[in-house]
């Protein structure tokens, strides 16, 4: 079976650093993706961990460990445009990628 | 922009009455998939297929059925639509980039059943 968790709502302020955690139960785990997605809109592509460790693209960072089933996004020098809702998706080995998406976080800047 | 459109945008339609939505590509990716987006479920897998006439279940596939005759083109179908499936539908494709597995999500289609 699978079980995803990560916060439902995350505050805050603009300029700041803030992590969104990402734990799951998922038997025969391969990686990890996240998403963004904003009020009205469709999901998009933010990061990608295939490997252990971290991957960093500019402001957004994302850490799998895979052997504590864990990962987060890290978004630094927050700014406005940053308030939206964060997908984690592990996926399965295989030929197919299939993710499982979370209920996503939401993340509020405030000035 | 993944070259990705989802037609309608927008659909109102009564309960009982068949609905096809389709997902249109311009990349010719093989791996194409079909959500559904609730408030407090997050994005749940309806279908996806993995070449022309190679369709599988997702999560939630029970009211739904897919076609796909034409590597652009992948149809979802209500064939008898009922108020549960009020949702905003994405479709999604898979670019099968080597070392990054991704998709790249159409628009979205919000359904009304009345």
């Known amino acids: 079976g699978q079980s995803l968790e990560q916060p439902s709502e995350v505050t805050a302020v603009e300029g700041a650093i803030v992590q969104i955690n990402c734990t799951y139960q998922?038997?025969?785990?391969?990686?990890l993706s996240w998403y963004q997605q904003h009020d009205g809109g469709a999901p998009t592509f933010l990061s990608y961990?295939?490997?252990?460790g971290l991957e960093e693209t500019g402001r957004f960072s994302s850490f799998l460990s895979r052997s504590d089933s864990y990962g987060y996004l890290l978004l630094q020098e927050l700014q406005m445009k940053d308030s939206a809702s964060y997908f984690c998706a592990p996926f399965p080995p295989g030929g197919s990628y299939i993710p499982t998406f979370g209920r996503g976080t939401s993340l509020i800047v405030h000035p | 922009d993944a070259g990705i459109t989802q037609s309608p945008r927008h659909k109102v339609t009564e309960t009982g009455t068949p609905v096809t939505l389709r997902c249109h590509q311009t990349?010719?990716?093989?791996?194409m998939y079909w959500y559904r987006q609730d408030p407090g479920h997050g994005l749940r897998l309806i279908h996806y297929?993995?070449?022309?006439?190679?369709?599988d279940k997702g999560e939630v596939s029970d009211g739904y059925s897919v076609s796909r005759s034409k590597t652009e083109d992948f149809l979802l179908t209500l064939e008898s639509a009922t108020s549960s499936q009020t949702s905003v539908y994405f479709c999604?494709?898979?670019?099968?980039?080597?070392?990054?597995?991704?998709?790249?999500f159409g628009p979205g289609t919000r359904l009304l059943v009345l």
């Open positions: 297929s993995y070449g022309v006439k190679d369709t």
């Open positions: 999604a494709i898979r670019p099968g980039l080597a070392d990054q597995e991704t998709q790249y």
């Open positions: 961990n295939g490997l252990d």
């Open positions: 990349e010719n990716h093989r791996y």
């Open positions: 998922t038997s025969g785990f391969y990686g």
